[in-house]
């Protein structure tokens, strides 16, 4: 079992910033690709964000410049650096790893954490 504890998320003004967070707990093993995902009301779920054990990024194109992804292996945590948010940001947005173990691959998500952008 593994456990995504995820934090950080509130409610910001346009323009603001909020620093995302999520630790992994539990039966780890390899921990590969982590990202995040967010879903607004009456939309899918789309990637934001992700970061390779190697560190090579990939990012929604909506974000590319505003928001930045990082990771500490060490921890097993995750973050997401939002800056210059727009109220299109607001979403449940969802902590996201895959495993690896041997060669059996799992994903696990996070509960979500709600980020709102308004005046």
């Known amino acids: 079992q593994v456990q995504l504890v995820e934090s950080g998320g509130g409610l910001v003004q346009p323009g603001g910033s909020l620093r995302l967070s999520c630790a992994a707990s539990?039966?780890?093993?390899?921990?590969?690709?982590m990202g995040w995902y967010r879903q607004a009301p009456g939309k899918q779920r789309e990637l934001v964000a992700t970061i390779t054990s190697f560190s090579i990024t990939n990012y929604e194109g909506s974000v590319k410049g505003r928001f930045t992804i990082s990771r500490d292996n060490a921890k097993n945590t995750v973050y997401l650096q939002m800056n210059s948010l727009k109220p299109e940001d607001t979403a449940v947005y969802y902590c996201y790893t895959k495993h690896l173990r041997g060669t059996t691959v799992n994903d696990y998500w996070g509960q979500g954490t709600q980020v709102t952008v308004s005046s």
């Open positions: 539990g039966s780890i093993f390899i921990i590969t690709t």
